[in-house]
């Protein structure tokens, strides 16, 4: 017998800006997975969408930010009750001339550099590409 899962195609954008600080933004209480948390801007894909258009249209619904560079530095799987996320991460550049404008389900934004990560909760997969991003740039 088959268990049946639902497949969750997502993305991770990891945002530099120009003096290497990472763009991290705080989840809502209220959300379903990792409320409270902090994480980098991302969401689903959705039906017959590209991953590069998703990766532009969340980056911009979240932030109000434009992705203008980005390349695809990995992957995660992960599992939340009954639904399994497979996740594209993203380094990203965004046009430097526009605010940021965070949507309802985000309450506070940070540029943060390695050493600060240490302030902020994040979920183990995100906190780990972090990491590795700020390792290797």
């Not at 939340?80 to 996740?87: G, L, P, Q, S, T």
Request: with cysteine; proline share 2%; aromatic share 12%.
């Amino acid at each position: 017998m088959y268990e049946k899962y639902l497949i969750v195609y997502c993305l991770g954008a990891f945002i530099l800006d120009d003096n290497g600080r990472m763009l991290i933004v705080r989840k809502s209480e209220r959300e379903a997975i990792d409320p409270g948390l902090w994480v980098v801007p991302g969401g689903k894909v959705k039906k017959d969408e590209g991953v590069i258009a998703a990766l532009k249209r969340e980056v911009n619904e979240e932030t109000g930010l434009l992705v203008v560079r980005y390349e695809w530095i990995g992957e995660d799987v992960f599992k939340v009750e009954d639904k399994f996320f497979h996740a594209a991460h993203f380094l990203c550049k965004v046009k430097s001339d526009k605010r940021i404008k965070l949507e309802k389900s985000l309450t506070e934004y940070r540029w943060i550099i390695k050493k600060e990560m240490r302030h902020y909760q994040f979920p183990v997969n995100i906190k780990k590409e972090i990491l590795n991003v700020f390792n290797h740039v």
